[in-house]
């Protein structure tokens, strides 16, 4: 404002884009003010002076943009040595929303509050290993998932007793094997010798 007393003719113009600061880049090419700015590949440079190629749509990069145009202006003046470097972070150069700091704050309050309240729930625990062949070695196969025969009584075994043996035999060799090819024969001869009145198909324990 030319009225106060304050006022001072600017030297200089730093813009971050063109396109949207196209009001005082046109102003000031009417004064004859030089202009540096900060220009996309996109970016209008009519009355740019010094473009600066960034990417000026990310509010990151053009924090950091700031960053390296203040450090380097502060080495120009001698104010900091090149060679040590700069303790300002650039993030001091991000743009954050008061709203969201306070919000940001709120909730990591909130949730170290809750941290200590809250106790921390036990680990996982696996469960013990299940022994698969802790069972007891099945030897005969041919007898595996059979009930146990009920002892005969002193009627029925003395038949039984006098009754040839099997005339089949296990063996690890199955061609060795004994049994007959006769299926009818061999039940042939237990069916003539068992008793009459003991045929009823079945154990007479009732």
């Given at each position: 404002n030319q009225i106060q007393t304050a006022f001072r003719e600017p030297r200089l113009l730093l813009i971050?884009?063109?396109?949207?600061?196209?009001?005082?880049?046109t102003e000031s090419?009417?004064?004859?003010?030089?202009?540096?700015?900060?220009?996309?590949?996109d970016s209008p440079t009519k009355f740019i002076d010094i473009s600066i190629p960034c990417n000026n749509k990310s509010t990151n990069s053009i924090g950091l943009m700031w960053w390296f145009l203040a450090r380097e202006v502060l080495r120009l003046?001698?104010?900091?040595?090149?060679?040590?470097?700069?303790e300002v972070m650039p993030d001091l150069f991000f743009?954050?929303?008061?709203?969201?700091?306070?919000?940001?704050?709120?909730?990591?309050?909130?949730?170290?509050?809750?941290?200590?309240?809250?106790?921390?729930a036990?680990?996982?625990?696996?469960?013990?290993?299940?022994?698969?062949?802790?069972?007891?070695?099945v030897t005969d196969w041919a007898a595996d998932g059979q009930?146990?025969?009920?002892?005969?009584?002193?009627?029925?075994?003395?038949?039984?007793?006098?009754?040839?043996?099997?005339?089949?035999?296990?063996?690890?060799d199955w061609a060795a094997q004994t049994e007959t090819s006769d299926w009818a024969a061999a039940s042939a001869a237990p069916a003539e010798q068992a008793p009459a009145a003991n045929t009823w198909g079945g154990s007479s324990q009732w």
């Open positions: 971050t884009d063109p396109r949207s600061d196209h009001q005082p880049v090419s009417y004064a004859n003010v030089p202009i540096i700015a900060f220009a996309n590949i003046r001698g104010s900091i040595s090149r060679d040590m470097p700069w743009y954050r929303d008061p709203e969201e700091v306070e919000k940001e704050e709120r909730e990591k309050a909130e949730a170290a509050a809750e941290a200590h309240t809250v106790a921390k036990p680990d996982f625990v696996a469960p013990d290993k299940e022994d698969w062949g802790a069972d007891a070695a009930p146990a025969a009920a002892p005969a009584p002193a009627a029925i075994a003395a038949p039984v007793a006098a009754a040839p043996a099997a005339a089949f035999q296990v063996t690890e």
